[in-house]
């Protein structure tokens, strides 16, 4: 068996990895359809609740990353605004939202095979919710 390129151990850690990175999308779902349909201070609570629930379903993640890179390091300047970050906070993204960890976690699991194609769904709900978000804030400002 080769191995992974990801740190999957095998298929039942590869599912594990789809499960959690189902989990927070579906989180990031939730917390989507909440601040689009509340107002006032209803806005800050589903903030906030949103946050904390994205960081606690990241968590598995944020392990897996710190696994995969034990020695964290900066990677661009100080000076650099895009593509600025750590080494572990790039492999985090893409272990959060990338294609490659999805492709090969499915392939070693055999699980989770709509996972993929769901990534470029994600990725329009969150543009239309923020396009939904922005139309609705600036055609009536007087309501907010």
Do not use: C
């Not at 107002?39 to 994205?54: M, N, P």
């Not at 790039?90 to 990534?119: D, H, I, M, N």
Request: glycine content about 8%; proline content about 3%; hydrophobic content about 55%.
């Amino acid at each position: 068996m080769s191995e992974s390129s990801w740190g999957f151990a095998d298929g039942s850690d590869a599912h594990r990895y789809l499960s959690d990175v189902a989990r927070l999308w579906l989180g990031w779902l939730a917390g989507l359809a909440a601040l689009m349909f509340t107002q006032g201070w209803l806005v800050v609570a589903a903030g906030v609740v949103t946050v904390g629930a994205l960081l606690f379903l990241a968590r598995p993640l944020q392990i897996r990353a710190a696994a995969l890179v034990p020695k964290d390091t900066l990677v661009g300047s100080r000076f650099n605004v895009v593509g600025r970050g750590t080494e572990r906070d790039k492999v985090l993204k893409a272990l959060a939202y990338g294609r490659e960890p999805l492709e090969e976690a499915v392939a070693l699991s055999g699980s989770y095979t709509w996972l993929p194609r769901a990534r470029s769904l994600m990725i329009a709900a969150t543009i239309v919710a923020f396009v939904f978000v922005l139309l609705t804030t600036f055609s009536n400002p007087a309501a907010t």
